[in-house]
């Protein structure tokens, strides 16, 4: 293989793996907001259950303040009945004690099935914050593994541009020229494969004899339809 080619061939994979390194770098933040909004969501059910856990005991307090005061009035009712006068007043007074201790058990059982949803909520409180802790963690260490990629992606665009040069440094100006032209029009890819007689790129067939120039690697060929630099490689020849 012509050495130009190869330097070419060594260019064009360079720019892969900055590409790549690029496009993982560009989509951190995305990937950093979609941990954030997953971990916001198991705060939001913290803060469902919490809310709910806190009504519920508002709920519950509220009630407690009304069989007290149901019970206030009924003892005020049985402390009066021992001074009514007549049979009339006794009668309306036993009937007010009837109704009212009627409401304090009413409410007593209302009390009660509180007190049992209590636990049920402030068990789901529990498994909330249990489900935003594991959450957590797991969110602190895909960020922590994110960005050492990005650390590791930031490393290899620098070592990129000081292998980049180096290799530029050995071609030609008019061919680095026109590596960078058909790099900037083809969304950075101005050297491709040629294989089973088709450019890898645009998939177009070759001519016979164009792909046979191209098998020699001994000249700079090329794609008759997307303008790029093919090659052959040669494991392609071992292979058959």
């Known amino acids: 293989m012509m050495p130009e080619l190869k330097q070419l061939i060594r260019l064009q994979q360079l720019e892969n793996t900055a590409t790549e390194a690029r496009g993982q770098l560009e989509d951190t933040p995305a990937r950093l907001e979609a941990l954030a909004m997953a971990l916001a969501e198991h705060a939001e059910v913290v803060d469902a259950a919490n809310l709910a856990l806190n009504e519920h005991r508002t709920s519950r307090a509220t009630l407690e303040k009304d069989i ?4 206030s009035r009924l003892n005020r009712f049985k402390e009066q009945l021992m001074s009514v006068k007549t049979n009339k007043e006794y009668q309306a007074m036993q009937t007010e004690i009837a109704v009212g201790e009627r409401e304090v058990g009413r409410l007593e059982d209302q009390l009660l099935e509180r007190m049992l949803e209590t636990d049920d909520l402030s068990h789901n409180v529990i498994q909330a914050e249990q489900r935003l802790a594991e959450e957590q963690t797991r969110v602190d260490t895909r960020r922590e593994h994110i960005e050492q990629e990005c650390a590791a992606f930031q490393t290899q665009l620098a070592t990129f541009d000081i292998e980049r040069s180096k290799v530029a440094e050995q071609l030609p100006s008019q061919t680095m020229s026109l590596f960078e ?4 029009g083809r969304k ?4 491709v494969e040629a294989k089973l007689g088709r450019c ?33 490689a040669e494991h392609q020849a071992v292979a058959r």
């Open 68 to 71: 007290a005061a149901v019970q």
């Open 181 to 184: 032209t058909l790099a900037r």
């Open 188 to 191: 950075g890819v101005a050297v």
């Open 200 to 232: 890898t790129s645009c998939h177009v067939r070759l001519r016979p004899q164009l792909f046979n120039d191209v098998r020699s690697n001994s000249t700079l060929i090329q794609c008759e339809s997307c303008q790029r630099i093919l090659y052959f």
